[in-house]
């Protein structure tokens, strides 16, 4: 019989249900969106020094940046920490707010946390946030089904501290003969 694909492949299987369905059901949405994430009110943005330069335009170096807000004298959205740096309460620079678009959508200074944003992979596991309108668990479910295949199953399971948080897990269905999970392990091969 044919290998089974290690667990890596199914972190990267899941990561490509997660993109494709963003990519059909939630960036078309962003258009028409009543609260884009971009303007910031409820969300976080993660940042890198380069990015905050650029979508910023901050023309002074790192450590008098960093000084001025320390000061309280840079912008009142920024904060520092930990290396990075954390934009809240105001749109993001890079957001047009007429045309209810990114200005960097593409482009490499494009934070990461955009891209993830609502539904992203991780550990194993596709996190959805609730918090953005165009999340639809269902369809989410469904279109992880299609992209796995009948060996699994999706479980769902809520952050308790952050409810809006959703986990959807995969569970291997146990199939006559006692194999379950076929397609994707956790690294063993299949005899």
Same mark, same amino acid.
């Given at each position: 019989?044919?290998? =089974?694909?290690?667990?890596?492949?199914?972190?990267?299987?899941? /990561? $490509?249900? /997660?993109?494709?369905?963003?990519?059909?059901?939630? !960036?078309?949405?962003? $258009?028409?969106? /009543?609260?884009?994430?971009?303007?910031?009110?409820?969300?976080?943005?993660?940042?890198?020094? =380069?990015?905050?330069?650029?979508?910023?335009r901050v023309d002074e170096s790192r450590p008098a940046f960093d000084r001025r807000l320390a000061a309280g004298g840079g912008p009142a959205e920024i904060r520092a920490g930990n290396g990075l740096y954390y934009a809240h309460s105001k749109p993001c620079p890079a957001y047009d707010e007429a045309g209810h678009a990114c200005r960097v959508y593409g482009q490499a200074v494009k934070p990461a946390g955009c891209s993830d944003f609502p539904v992203y992979e991780d550990g194993g596991s596709v996190? /959805?946030?609730?918090?953005?309108?165009?999340?639809?668990?269902?369809?989410?479910? $469904?279109?992880?089904? =299609? $992209?796995?295949?009948?060996?699994?199953? !999706?479980?769902?399971?809520?952050?308790?501290?952050?409810?809006?948080?959703?986990?959807?897990?995969?569970?291997?269905?146990a199939a006559a003969g006692g194999r379950a999970g076929q397609g994707y392990s956790r690294g063993r091969r299949q005899k």
């Open positions: 019989m044919s290998p =089974r694909l290690s667990r890596p492949s199914l972190s990267e299987a899941l /990561a $490509a249900a /997660a993109a494709a369905y963003q990519a059909a059901e939630v !960036i078309p949405h962003c $258009a028409v969106c /009543a609260k884009p994430c971009c303007r910031l009110d409820k969300l976080v943005l993660e940042l890198e020094w =380069r990015q905050v330069k650029v979508l910023w996190v /959805a946030d609730l918090r953005c309108e165009a999340v639809d668990l269902e369809v989410l479910a $469904a279109s992880m089904a =299609r $992209a796995l295949g009948p060996a699994w199953r !999706i479980v769902r399971s809520a952050d308790r501290e952050f409810p809006f948080l959703v986990t959807l897990s995969v569970r291997p269905v």
